[in-house]
């Protein structure tokens, strides 16, 4: 059996574990202001989407053996280096509205009043040091995650169900579908996870079966994210909207905590771990990236350098963040979509229909004969 | 340069006092009733001198001897007379006065170009006692000794199989340690033998006065917290981890023994857990967790919480840690840093003082110190219990403690400057580092990450004897079946 740097079951706990966490944060929030109780209706969109990428990159990789950044450089070097480097770039604009959520997020959850953006810095010392670590460290992140993320999961839900108010998700189509639609590509980013899932299947090498652990667990980790949607929205109603980073909002009115304290926090917090291995993985996609197409073999300086320049931006952008936050997430989702979802599409039909050509060709060939 | 032996007694013994000029080294020269000049050279402490006079000196001495027959008829002469067990010729100088110094007694026959090396050995040694780190209310009561010769006694006494292997090689320029390296041929991965080989191999050092020093020479990262050799005093444990498919190393010297590769889960694992029901083990193993978890960050978010979000806290907790500290002189960073250093001070006073005071040491210094500080109202009540708490805590795990002091430390800074933000962010790193810091090809967090399901049966969790009827499959070995069913 081929040795992966990334198997079956890790790229299965990584969609189920590690990818919902990323749409636990702000994408609640965002839903809830633009559809209302209709909040589940663009989601599920979003996650069709994004399962179609991962089923066309998924079914690439089975018939060629390898990833499409892969393929791209078998068949044509420097073509294949050219579209790393531009994948890396995606990827780095791709982590922006990421990490400016995720510093908003730790002021909310960590502190009681608002801390210095440089009380935030220290983790791009992490993101750093992540980023010089391979596809291997993903998989082997995303086996931790069934701890860190399922448990702690698992109990905000118990902690939320007792307070939330499904009737509130009632009546289903309460804004016109053109809406969910385009509330969908106002969010596209949150299921563009297509431009992680490209990277990510280089390392990857297909096995009998593979699709039975993967694509339930996928399943596994979309539900946890639409049941999440659900209950935050069963919590706050029309108030979601101004609940930003939902996670921590959700299991704050269980009746005990009144007495106990913030004890739903440590799950967060534990959430948040995986919340930070989540942030920092298109910055360490990106970099990986870089030093294959640029065949560097210092990932530290270059790793150093792209989480100095990251920090400096975030610290830029962080003070206009209401003009640059719907930037990145609404402007720059044609991008996003286009190459987290129509290129892994494209790749596969181009495939499929290369294969079927030389099939065509053979059977001429067997007639002739 | 290896020199040989000269075919001229006197020069040979001249040679020897050349090469072992130290006092306790004795040459006592004797002759033969045939007027043969014979020397035993032996160092002063080392031998058995009962056994050297009734099985070498008293037969030597009315031994009528013509050496006319050459070395043939010599080595003849000697196997009738001398019924030695351990007798060995040797024609090196060097290797002869090696052996002197390594306790045996060396015997020179007149002219002669070979020495005879007589395993007279006799070191002084400590009885084998209850191992005073590693004790167990259930389950063998042995512990390993600083005498690697008795240690490999104890090893085999328990792995009674032609399989079980003890390459002993000599590590140390000065002190010429006995370094012993066991494993179960057959069951071990050779790929692993061959890197601890390696690995000895690239380090000329001077001296080995304990194990830890080969631990260090086997360690992959050398400024890494986390260790990545095994150590155990317990002769079963080390033998249950050679079967398992671990190569062991005991060293001449050191009560403590080293087992690689190693995985982070073995701290929180006791040798006395396969002594009991595998359901109570997995009790215990989950409660050392829990305090080790509990001891690491306990201080941290208690500072934390009380410097960044207040809201962790009960309100009932939070009014009393209010009243508590309202009135001290210290703020809560230096409260808690102040305890935690007194606490650290007082376990090290404790450990290095003679027995008899450090009890009374630890009562003045836990119950005294303590009580004084909070009636003198320079630290709070909430503050010891948390530091006290978060030290017991640290010893359900006695192999963790030295790196979760660190890590408790470091919790306690990040927590202190950067709130619950840098003690998560701090447990995400440690983690990544945990998952990439691999040591022979171990990953220091496996069996759970990378996940391997049948290793998971003894991890945290211990199954049942049955269900642990392959070995694990982390060490690759190459026989995977322990344990079958007739």
Known sequence: MKRTAINARQLGFFLAFLLPVGKLSELPSLLSGKVGGDLLLPAFLGLTVEFLSLFALFSFTKKTGMGPLAYAEKKNAKLGRVLRVALAAVLLVYSLPFLLDLEKFCNVTFSDTEPTFFSFAPFFILCGFICTKGIKAVGRSADLCPVLFFL????????????????????????????????????????????????????????????????????????????????FYGLYGPLAVSEHYAITKIGMFFPALSTLGRTDLFFVYL?????????????????GELQKGFQLQNSLLLSTLINLALFFAVLFLNRRYNTVYPFFIKTLAPLYLVVGFLLPLLVYLGILLKRRGQVRVERRNKHAR | MNKTFFSDHQKNINALKRLLPAEDIFFHAFSLISGTP??????????????????????????????????????????????????????ELNGAAKEVLDGNALLLFGDLTVGFIVGTKMLPVRAVTEPPTDAAVKGPREGFIEDVKTNMVLLRKRLKTGNLRMETSRVGKQSDTAVCLCYLEGIVD????????RRLQTVELDCVPDSSYIATVLTERKHSIFR??????????????????????????SPIALTVPFALVEDFQAGEDYYISPFMATVYRVLRLIAVVVALILPAFYLSSQLFKIQLL????????????SRLPLSPSMEIFVVLFVFEVLREASVRMPKYVGSALSIVGALVLGEAAVSAGFLSTPTIIVVAVSGICLYTAPNFVETGSLLRWI?????????????????????????????????????????????????????????????????NSKNKTRLKRK
């Open chain 1, 152 to 231: 702690p999961f698992a109990m905000l839900t118990v902690l939320a169900f007792s307070s939330a108010d499904l009737s509130s998700l009632l009546p289903v189509f309460e804004k016109p579908l053109f809406t969910n639609v385009a509330t969908f590509f106002q969010t596209a980013p949150f299921f563009s996870s297509g431009l992680l899932f490209l990277p990510l299947f280089d390392g990857y090498h297909y096995h009998e079966g593979d699709e039975k652990k993967i694509f339930p667990l996928y399943f596994t980790g979309a539900a946890a994210v639409l049941l999440f949607l659900a209950l």
């Open chain 1, 271 to 287: 959430i948040t771990v995986v919340l930070f291995f989540f942030t920092a993985l298109p910055v360490q996609l990106a970099v």
């Open chain 2, 38 to 91: 014979c020397t035993l050279v032996y160092a002063d402490g080392m031998v058995n001198k009962g056994l050297l006079g009734e099985l070498v000196l008293r037969p030597l001495e009315n031994l009528k001897f013509e050496n006319d027959g050459g070395m043939d008829a010599l080595k003849e002469v000697l196997r009738r007379e001398l019924l030695f067990p351990e007798l060995k010729e040797t024609t």
């Open chain 2, 190 to 197: 050779p790929n692993l033998k061959t890197e601890i080989e």
């Open chain 2, 228 to 253: 990545s050799v095994g150590t155990t005093e317990r002769p079963d444990v080390f033998a249950a981890k050679l079967a398992e498919g671990r190569v062991g190393v005991l060293v001449d010297g």
């Open chain 2, 314 to 325: 009960p309100l009932g907790l939070t009014l009393t840690i209010v009243e508590g500290t």
């Open chain 2, 411 to 475: 919790f306690l800074l990040v927590g202190g400057s950067l709130g619950p933000f840098g003690i998560v962010l701090s447990v995400a790193f440690v983690l990544y580092y945990l998952i990439t810091a691999d040591s022979f090809n171990v990953p220091p967090l496996s069996p759970f990450s990378p996940i391997i399901s049948s290793d998971l049966k003894d991890s945290i969790a211990k199954y049942t004897m049955y269900a642990l009827n392959k070995r694990p499959r982390l060490f």
